[in-house]
Antibody, heavy 120, light 111 residues
Framework: QLQLRESGPRLAKPSETLSLTCTVS??????????WGWIRQPPGEGLEWIGN???????FYSASLRSRVTISSDMSRNQFSLSLSSVTAADTAVYYC????????????WGQGTLVTVSA | QSALTQPRSVSGSPGQSVTISCTGT?????????VSWYQHHPGKAPKLIIS???RRPSGVPDRFSGSKSGNTASLTISGLQTEDEADYYC???????????FGGGTKLTVL
């Protein structure tokens, strides 16, 4: 059964880069037709789509975060990663990784999420 | 693009029905048949309960149903159960590579 798990530092300093990894539990990750991405939720606020990556390496990002975000994949480790640069307190959020099967705008399965706090 | 508009909270008693609205524009909800709904119990992983406006994934009870009219999508939960108490988020495709425009979320309280 497919499962996703986020990992990475829980604390980031202002102006530095936030980095998270999502580990995929089975070989679904090697499928060429799937999308793997990230969504976040600041405390007390709603959900915000960040972006996704495909097996091919193609990636798509939210227009509001595009200048600071990179999502990449490592097929050999069944992992994909999020990198968000120049973070501020506004980037404090629970970060969820997710899987999209047939279409990139349906988020079929999510990880439990991990809270990342941006603070000096 | 702006977030979709949902009521902050709704409530109902066990056995009753509630409907949660989600209002967007012709550039998102009104322009595509790609509205999905997610149930989120705080501290847990959000769960897909409706996709393509009306489609229920395997394992989601048929008490959950979706619909759309113009720029507004709706989620109806019938026969409310206590375990339905959660936050619910709508989401729409917004064209191009804008794959996820979310609503602000609605807290459902089952009284």
């Amino acid at each position: 059964q497919l499962q996703l798990r986020e990992s990475g530092p829980r604390l980031a300093k202002p102006s530095e880069t936030l980095s998270l990894t999502c580990t995929v539990s089975d070989d679904s990750f090697s499928s060429r037709s799937y999308y793997w991405g990230w969504i976040r939720q600041p405390p007390g606020e709603g959900l915000e789509w960040i972006g996704n990556v495909q097996h091919s390496g193609s990636s798509f990002y939210s227009a509001s975060l595009r200048s600071r975000v990179t999502i990449s994949s490592d097929m050999s480790r069944n992992q994909f990663s999020l990198s968000l640069s120049s973070v501020t307190a506004a980037d404090t959020a629970v970060y969820y990784c997710y899987f999209s099967g047939a279409e990139p705008f349906v988020f079929d399965l999510w990880g439990q999420g991990t809270l990342v706090t941006v603070s000096a | 693009q702006s977030a979709l508009t949902q009521p902050r909270s709704v409530s109902g008693s066990p056995g009753q029905s509630v409907t949660i609205s989600c209002t967007g524009t012709s550039s998102d909800i009104g322009g595509y048949h790609y509205v999905s709904w997610y149930q989120h119990h705080p501290g847990k992983a959000p769960k897909l309960i409706i996709s393509y406006v009306t489609r229920r994934p395997s394992g989601v009870p048929d008490r959950f149903s979706g619909s759309k009219s113009g720029n507004t999508a709706s989620l109806t939960i019938s026969g409310l159960q206590t375990e339905d108490e959660a936050d619910y988020y709508c989401c729409s495709y917004g064209g191009g590579s804008n794959f996820g425009i979310f609503g602000g979320g609605t807290k459902l309280t089952v009284l």
